[in-house]
Structures are given as C-alpha cells and as structure tokens.
C-alpha cells in the first residue's frame, strides 16, 4: 500500500510556542485529513482537506494541502497545554484500502509548561 | 459531540474468556464501520470492515475466528475477541462514516483490552 511520512515523530515545546508536522508521500492522495488522539481515547478529526493548495484553519490549527497532491501539513499556533497529544495525518487515494485511508505513524506533541 | 460511542472504554478478563465490544453510530445510521488495533505509541491497524446484513471482511493476517465481527443493525457493530490470550491486550478503535460523505471517518473512544 501507500506510505505516508509524518515527521516529526515527536516534538517536545514551551508553551506559547507554534508548531508545525507535516506528512509527505511518493504518491498522490485525493484528500489530506489531520485527526488528534489524546491518551485512552479514539482519534478526534480536526481538519479535512479536499482540493489541493486548500488551506484551512480550524481555531488556532491551521493545515494546508500541498499544491502536488503528495504533502500536507498542520500548524498549531500559540499552544497551549491541552495540544498535548499524538496527531495523525491520514491521506486517501484512489485504490485505497478498504476504510479508504492510510495513516502517518503519528507526531507526539509533549509541551513543557 | 461525540458521532460515534464504543463501550466498554476498558475490559480486563481472563485468559480464555471472550470478550465483546460494541460500536454504535449515534446520529447516522452506517452500513460500515470498521475496526482498528492500535499498540502503544503505534498508529492504527485496520483489522476489518464491518458490513451490515453480510459477513465483515478481513484484512490479509487477521484471524477471523479470533475476531468475530457482526454488524446486525444499521447502527451497531460488534466485535468479539474470542478465547482470548495476553497478546490480544490491546488498544480497540471502531469508525463509521456519515452517508453522502466519502472520506473522514468519525471514531469511537477505543477500549483498552487487557488479558490477564
């Protein structure tokens, strides 16, 4: 299947800080989706992303679809200690697998107060 | 508010035992839903797709007598672990997507599985 590189794999902020992950991939995906996990708990979609070069702002989260369809990133501004948390990009293309998605290994984003 | 509710959030049973995980759809009713195992500090696995009114369809390594799956209505699907051993402890997600949308799945808050 379709490999999609998340980086960083984890991060370790001030609080106050902006951050930026991104994932990238070989191929071409139709749609960018950005979910956050909080520990015990089940992934939490923050952001979709259908067109490419669309960008999107969701409060403080802010993620772009890559103008050649194979990267995406998310930006997190002025973060705050509830930003803590796993965050996962997920990209779907045509032939995907049976749920439609493949998922990044995840950002761990730890913040220091 | 949550689209889609898992129960229960953690179960510990005995090795041996079956356990049963429910997976429901709140507000939309969803012909599939699909089941997730995630190990610590590891992104999702999709293990299978749960089809309402037909048999789920299993991702290539994943037992299906192990994983018994049924999806008897258009808002609830199960998944069994059955005889279950320690190395079936383990983080268990489901989704569902909304009808008329074809992309973002909507998950469930997991259940931490642990086998003694």
């Known amino acids: 299947g379709q490999q999609l590189n998340q980086s960083p794999q984890s991060m370790f902020i001030q609080e106050g800080e902006d951050v930026s992950m991104n994932c990238t991939s070989s191929s071409i995906f139709n749609t960018w989706l950005w979910y956050k996990q909080d520990p015990g708990e089940g992934p939490v979609l923050l952001i979709a992303l259908y067109k490419a070069g669309e960008l999107t702002s969701n409060g403080r989260l802010t993620a772009q679809f890559g103008t050649t369809r194979k990267d995406s990133f998310l930006n997190i501004s002025a973060s705050i200690p509830s930003d803590v948390g796993i965050y996962f990009c997920?990209?779907?293309?045509?032939?995907?697998?049976?749920?439609?998605?493949?998922f990044g290994k995840g950002t761990h984003l730890i913040i220091q107060p | 508010g949550a689209v889609v509710s898992q129960h229960p959030s953690r179960v510990i049973c005995k090795s041996g035992t079956s356990v049963k995980i429910e997976c429901r759809s709140l507000d939309f009713q969803a012909t599939t839903m699909f089941w997730y195992r995630q190990f610590p500090k590891q992104s999702l696995m999709l293990m299978a797709t749960?089809?309402?009114?037909?048999?789920?369809?299993?991702e290539q390594g994943v037992e299906k007598d192990k994983f018994l799956i049924n999806h008897a209505s258009l808002t609830l699907s199960t998944l069994t672990v059955t005889s279950a051993h320690p190395e079936d402890s383990s983080f268990y997600i489901c989704s569902a997507r909304r009808p008329g949308t074809f992309t973002a799945l909507h998950f469930g808050n997991g259940t931490r599985l642990t086998v003694t």
């Open positions: 997920a990209g779907r293309y045509s032939g995907g697998g049976a749920d439609g998605l493949t």
């Open positions: 749960s089809n309402e009114g037909s048999k789920a369809t299993y």
